[in-house]
């Protein structure tokens, strides 16, 4: 089974560094791996433990024993109680049976208690993946528009190196300055610094993207590009107020708060159990054998059967005086419960603000992307002019760097705008 388990591990890893992860599969991957997850799941595991425990604790609880013993030299015999200078064995046989029969309905409420705790626990499981997944969806986006950018760099250094080519031969032909080469030469080492740069973010922005998903291969990481479609479509706004609540009722970090709060209530009840007296009852039975009884009239059966006695009681036991411990536990318990309802009341503002600022973001990114297509478009007029006038030696290379930094900067905008518009509708469909 171990051998089974490891070579389901090994060709995990080894798809995974072999193909391009595709968003989902990162998603996955991330919490699959991630520390975080697994504690809380681990932290699960050791409450319902506990909850097991709690209720097998109801029921009553028996004992038994068997000892022998060798005792030598001057020893007291135990039917003259006298002493005896010879050796003695001895047997002993018991058994006993406990049971609490009522303790303040401590039990009962602890078992509650622990019941919340484990509701509360799972949904804080689904809230790390939840936020898990957006972090991811972001970090993923980041990365693609990162490799955007290194192709608009890259394009912009092929495209200044052809410019460059046309000067020398516009130069022959005497239609330019020689220094105009000088200018290119300039614009095609910050054409090349520009493209150093943009791979370095796009590293940072790799090691970023392996960090969320604690990846543990050699081999870099790399993913699946998306071929962004046309997006005109504006997705559904929260503003019906029933369903934006009920969006809201159901996030796993609001319902594990709520869980907690009814966990408080059930540790209030618990504290009060201390006021109320605790019954339990309890029975049994000993009997024991020894050497030094006449063989023939205690023989080892006949002397168990002989030496057999048996009790049964029953113990109530009330509080007096516990020197404030009470009054102590209350108090803590009702503040606990007051922590509580603060906690759900911050986690409800915060799901809110964390939609709404989803939705803004979604809405903000789509004006954006409508406004960038606007403006690149007219910029890849404006360059274009400009090369025929570059050509014809009416304008200048300074003035034709500007007209191109600024279709590239278009370029580049309008590449990150089409991948926020996709993700960000992507991170407000993990509400939805």
């Not at 090994?10 to 595709?22: E, F, N």
């Not at 991957?29 to 504690?39: E, F």
């Not at 602890?110 to 972090?135: C, H």
């Not at 509580?340 to 004006?367: F, M, N, Y």
Request: proline fraction near 3%; charge should be positive; hydrophobic fraction near 40%.
């Amino acid at each position: 089974m171990k051998r089974f388990i490891l070579l389901a591990l090994c060709l995990t890893t080894t798809l995974a560094t072999a193909q391009r992860l595709t968003l989902e599969q990162c998603i996955r991957y991330a919490q699959t791996n991630s520390p975080d997850v697994q504690g809380r799941t681990l932290q699960t595991r050791r409450d319902e433990a506990q909850l097991i425990q709690l209720r097998q604790s109801q029921w009553p609880s028996a004992n038994g024993s068997y000892s022998q013993g060798l005792n030598l030299g001057r020893n007291i015999d135990p039917f003259t109680n006298v002493y005896v200078q010879q050796t003695i064995h001895s047997s002993s046989l018991g058994a006993t049976l406990n049971w609490n029969v009522f303790n303040g309905f401590r039990t009962v409420n602890q078992i509650r208690q622990t019941e919340k705790t484990i509701q509360a626990d799972v949904q804080d499981v689904a809230a790390n993946r939840f936020d898990l997944g957006i972090q991811v969806t972001l970090a993923y986006m980041q990365l693609l528009q990162q490799q955007a950018v290194i192709t608009i760099a890259e394009n912009a250094l092929s495209l200044i190196e052809k410019q460059r080519q046309r000067a020398e031969v516009l130069i022959r032909e005497g239609q330019l300055a020689l220094a105009t080469l000088l200018d290119l030469d300039a614009q095609l080492a910050t054409a090349k610094l520009d493209l150093s740069t943009a791979r370095n973010a796009h590293q940072l922005a790799r090691l970023n993207l392996e960090s969320l998903l604690n990846w543990r291969s050699s081999e870099p990481l790399t993913i699946e590009p998306i071929s962004t479609p046309e997006l005109t479509a504006k997705p559904p706004p929260l503003t019906n107020l029933m369903l934006a609540d009920r969006i809201v009722q159901r996030q796993p970090s609001l319902q594990a708060a709520r869980f907690r709060l009814e966990s408080a209530d059930a540790g209030l009840a618990l504290a009060k159990a201390g006021a109320y007296p605790t019954v339990s009852v309890g029975a049994g039975f000993g009997t024991a054998y020894s050497s030094v009884a006449a063989r023939d009239e205690f023989r080892f059966l006949n002397q168990l059967w002989y030496n057999l006695g048996q009790y049964v009681r029953a113990t109530v036991s009330f509080p007096i005086f516990d020197a404030g411990q009470l009054r102590f536990q209350l108090t803590q318990a009702r503040l606990n419960r007051q922590s509580a309802i603060i906690q759900v009341e911050r986690d409800h503002q915060r799901v809110v603000q964390a939609i709404r600022q989803a939705e803004a973001a979604c809405q903000i990114s789509l004006e954006a992307l409508t406004n960038t297509r606007i403006v690149t478009e007219s910029r890849r007029l404006a360059y274009e002019g400009a090369v025929v006038r570059f050509e014809e030696g009416l304008l200048h290379t300074v003035e034709l760097e500007t007209y191109r930094n600024s279709w590239l900067k278009a370029q580049t905008d309008l590449a990150k705008a089409n991948y926020e518009v996709f993700f960000r509708k992507r991170v407000l469909g993990f509400y939805q």
